[in-house]
């Protein structure tokens, strides 16, 4: 379109070009044109539109069963925690030919999470997560960069995703040193901050019991019906009164500043770990999510 | 401006009084129409050092002509000062307030003091700016994005929030000025379809000034507010939310790329029918899709924020809505190129100037199409390819409809010729250096270059197109500075110019050149149609002798 609207400008420009005292002739104005170049160029659009559109939904829909994969963005380095208890800066490792979910929140400003290879890209914003997936088909390192404006440092937050065969993968999963994994290291911190008084797992508590609660619908005291997905867990967390659990009272005290970024992942982690009872269904290898007995 | 000779029998704004004080204290629009084309100047000329800054440091790879924090500061201040204190006030408050009087066959403006209020505003709005630049400058990206801005910058950020604030009214008073005048003031016989589409297109862009400007006001009072008092309505820790400040900065910033953009528009709907020597084709499509594009451009503001988390229905909406913008742009393309069609076109610069605009104009659209599909869009932004982009239409756009329109008026404003020859060379580098400067950037963009980097020494491979970005804004710069040279040289030296050198339709027209203070001795009446080139002789053939 753009090439006919500059080959139209270089025909007339030349061909009418004033030679002396040429008249121009006047038109002026015809609705059938402007008919035509106003539906042709919209129905263009349209198409291109749906066709954007189709895209950006499957972009945007993680598929089940995709590993989960927690990022932490702060000025101004990528921090990443695997399921397993592998943690990285600046550096993911993912193993080839698998769903990865990214579940991202930034400690300070606003960062943009971006793999250009991939053709994707997220802003990671403080207060609340935002996801990101791919499944990376062709083993190999990829660039990734920080792509919203975060402060002095913002081109050196970069870092590399390594894309690995499954062999290299358990390989470099079984390397270095790991306390636990994610959704244990949540479990503890679930009774040194003493949340399992009030939410107990074994009988109702003075707090909702959450075994089971995570990916299903929770019914508020106001009439509401919310999804306990991975930002209900962390409001809940940090902001508990902004949605009262049908039957609960309003008593459960903020942990806004007590709990890291890091920390709050974990604990997110463990109340999803606590609904995913049923072996087979995840791909992930998670803990038993039994009852807390053992000590760290 | 006070010192070009002019015979002394043709009285007129410019000689009618001498003296600093009959400047300052002017309620004249062509005479405050001057006082800001001097200040939009400076401020041209300060954006456009630091861009130079940032094409040198990216010359290379490794992050060595400044500290990143100098760095990160020269990007902030270049996109503020073109934005707010030289592109939203360029074409209206310089080209606009000169002529939309004269055009609709008025003595002046509706509030010709309001006029000069709403040029002090901008000087203390500009001069605060300024005294922000030397005292240390702002960090945050043109943008103020939140909570860098509001929590974790060092910068002075309420220094330039509170000048662009300021600004702000000085735009607003211009918009309400507009479009009182377009209402009120218009001549006898001077219909709504007999106003040039000059006055309409500005008439859209007094709407969008009115209506939107406010809303930016507040969003950056309410950053200000946020960094002194610590309301914490951005602030997630206390229930605020950073992205809400996204939507109300891209509600008025948005809409500002059409005040922008629309009043170049006005000056090629002018420029291109004249060149042409025919009627404008469509004239009811222009004019109305001039008023689409400020009723649309206010409903797609989010498509800022594809990538920021916002809902996937709510990006289906702003998708779609920005395709619909992109028709009443287009519509306006077509008709500028068919109006060429069996015309008998002259190359002078004004119409160099205006073709450039169409090309890359064009380009910019189009572009602004690939980032409204929401799949592409993940990918490109925040890229190179939308710094690119915005540059197509801002640059591309704006500052070539505002180039032409200068050179196009210049002999009424005047009353000098400016020289022929040194036009056509200037437009010429101006069109190669600009595309040499920015389109490389949409490679670098789509290869995912992010934008705002300082130091991109982990990707060497992209230096190539980075220098081939400098050396264009070299030849950029040059094309910049022959205008300024050679329109204040012919304002000595340059050939008197007649009343209608171009031959062109138009109130403006009629008037001597320099007009006098109250532009018509009496008020015309009008009896005929905006455009009626049959009527009109064929100028004289353009010389290209000095």
Known sequence: MTLAIFGAIVIFGVKYRRHHGREAHQIEGSMILEIAWSVIPLGIFMVVFGWGAVIYFHERTPPRGATDIYVVGKQWMWKIQHQEGQREINELHVPVDRDIKLIMTSQDVI?????????????????????????????????????????????????????????????????????????????????????????????????????????????????????????????????????????????????????????????????????????????????????????? | MATQEIPPERKNYLNAEYGIRSWLFTTDHKRIAMLYLVSITAMFFVGGFFALLIRLELLTPAGDLLLADTYNKMFSMHGQVMVFFFLIPSIPAVLGNFLIPMMVGAKDLAFPRINLLSWYIYIVGAGLYLWCIATGGVDTGWTF????????????????????????????????????????????????????????????????????????????????????????????????????????????????????????MAVVSEIIPCFSRKRVFGYNFVAMSSIAIAVIGFLVWAHHMFVAGISLYSALVFSFLTFLVAVPSAIKVFNWTATMYKGSISFSTPMLYALGFIGLFTIGGLTGVFLATLGLDVHVHDTYFVIAH????????????????????????????????????????????????????????????????????????????????????????????????????????????????????????????????????????????????????LPQEVTLER
């Open chain 1, 111 to 296: 960062h943009s999470f971006f793999i250009p290879a991939f053709r994707i890209k997220q802003d990671v914003i403080p207060g609340r997560y935002t996801t990101l997936w791919f499944r990376a088909t062709t083993p190999g390192t990829y660039h990734l960069f920080c792509s919203q404006f975060c402060g002095t440092d913002h081109s050196g937050m970069i870092g590399q995703v390594v894309v690995m065969n499954p062999a290299d993968y358990q390989t470099w999963m079984s390397g270095g040193t790991v306390s636990g994994s994610l959704a244990q290291n949540g479990e503890t911190l679930f009774e040194q901050l003493g949340c399992s008084t009030c939410h107990r797992l074994d009988v109702q508590g003075r707090g909702p019991n959450l075994k089971g609660v995570f990916g299903k619908p929770v019914q508020l005291q106001d009439g509401r019906t919310v999804l306990a997905d991975d930002n209900y867990v962390r409001e809940s967390v940090l902001n508990p009164t902004a949605k009262i659990v049908s039957g609960f009272q309003p008593i459960m005290p903020s942990f806004q500043g007590q709990v890291s970024e890091e920390q709050l992942n974990a604990l997110v982690a463990y109340v999803k770990s606590l609904s995913q009872a049923p072996a087979g269904v995840a791909a992930t290898p998670t803990n038993n999510p039994g009852p807390a007995a053992e000590k760290p």
């Open chain 2, 145 to 264: 994005y939140t909570p860098y801005s509001s929590l974790f910058s060092n910068s002075h950020v309420i220094e330039a929030g509170l000048a662009i604030f300021i600004a702000g009214f000085s735009s607003i008073l211009t918009g309400l000025n507009f479009v009182v005048t377009v209402h009120r003031m218009r001549a006898p016989g001077m219909t709504w379809s007999r106003l040039p589409l000059f006055v309409w297109s500005h008439y859209a862009t007094s709407i969008i000034m009115l209506l939107g400007t406010p809303v930016i006001a507040i969003t950056l009072v309410l950053v200000v507010l946020e960094r002194t008092l610590n309301l914490g309505i951005f602030d997630p820790t206390r229930g605020g939310d950073p992205v809400l400040f996204q939507h109300l900065f891209w509600f008025y910033s948005h809409p500002a790329v059409y005040i922008m953009i629309l009043p170049s």
């Open chain 2, 390 to 537: 915005f540059h197509y239409v801002m640059v591309g756009g704006a500052v070539l409809g505002f180039l032409g329109g200068m050179h196009f008026w210049w002999p009424k404003i005047t009353g000098r010729m400016y020289p022929e020859a040194w036009g056509r060379v200037a437009a010429i580098i101006v069109f190669i250096g600009f595309n040499l400067t920015f389109f490389p950037q949409f490679v670098l963009g789509y290869l995912g270059m992010p934008r705002r980097y300082w130091d991109y020494s982990h990707m060497p491979e992209w230096q190539g197109l980075n220098v081939l970005s400098t050396a264009g804004a070299t030849i950029l710069a040059v094309g910049y500075l022959l205008p300024m040279v050679y329109m204040l040289w012919s304002l000595r030296y340059g050939k008197v110019a007649d009343d209608n050198p171009w031959q062109a339709t138009g109130l403006e027209w009629t008037t001597q050149s320099p007009p006098t203070t109250f532009n018509f001795d009496e008020t015309p009446i009008v009896t005929w149609e905006a455009y009626e080139y049959e009527k009109m002789p």
